[in-house]
């Protein structure tokens, strides 16, 4: 993997909650442990602080949540780019509003409240109801948040009770969510 995305894939292992050790995000990340060092010295000249704790259990822990921004492409940027006198840009400007198009408002609030209730699952452990839209096929499901997943949309992983086994669910496709009081 890329540095960009090792380091945006230990932010995300961070964001769980838990304590990591650098052994740990070293096995995970497929990198050297100095290279985890070098990781957290750079989300934090970023402004994204890491408590180090030392020791023999020592770690790391994110102990603030960190948000990982959605970059949408908005009306207003098409618009900029609009004004801009250059024939050579035409090619992406048509792109960049058919992207645009595909996308509302809506959509990103809701995405943006499924990160949230996933992340708040994953830490404390609580179930979550989903409806889910598999195949056409809507179903109702209870899932135990594991981790959450960015491949050009967010996916959550987690235990399914409907399947009995680990699955992992497109934001997309969850049509509704309930975060529950019941812990697994």
């Known amino acids: 993997m890329s540095k960009v995305s090792n380091v945006l894939r230990m932010l995300q292992l961070l964001n769980t909650g838990r304590k990591l050790s650098i052994k ?3 096995q995970e990340l497929e990198v050297s442990e100095r290279m985890i060092r070098q990781y957290k010295e750079e989300l934090e000249m970023a402004g994204i602080f890491i408590t ?4 023999q259990y020592g770690g790391y822990i994110l102990e603030n949540k ?6 949408k492409i908005t009306q207003n940027d098409i618009m900029l780019l609009e004004q801009l006198d250059d024939k050579n840009i035409q090619p992406l400007l048509n ?3 058919i992207i645009a198009n595909e996308y509302n408002q809506n959509d990103v609030d809701v995405s943006s409240k499924k990160f949230i209730c996933f992340q708040k699952a994953i830490k404390n452990k609580q179930k979550v109801k989903i409806v889910y839209n598999s195949h056409s096929q ?5 899932i135990h948040p594991l981790d959450m997943l960015l491949f ?3 996916f959550v992983v ?3 009770q409907l399947r009995q086994n680990i699955r992992s669910f497109e934001f997309k496709n969850i049509l509704s969510f309930e975060l529950l009081d019941e812990n697994f």
């Open 24 to 26: 740990q995000l070293s």
């Open 52 to 55: 180090t704790v030392r020791g």
């Open 66 to 71: 960190f948000m990982m921004p959605s970059v």
């Open 95 to 97: 792109k960049l509003k």
């Open 138 to 142: 809507e179903t109702e499901r209870i």
């Open 152 to 154: 050009r949309d967010w």
């Open 158 to 160: 987690a235990f399914c």
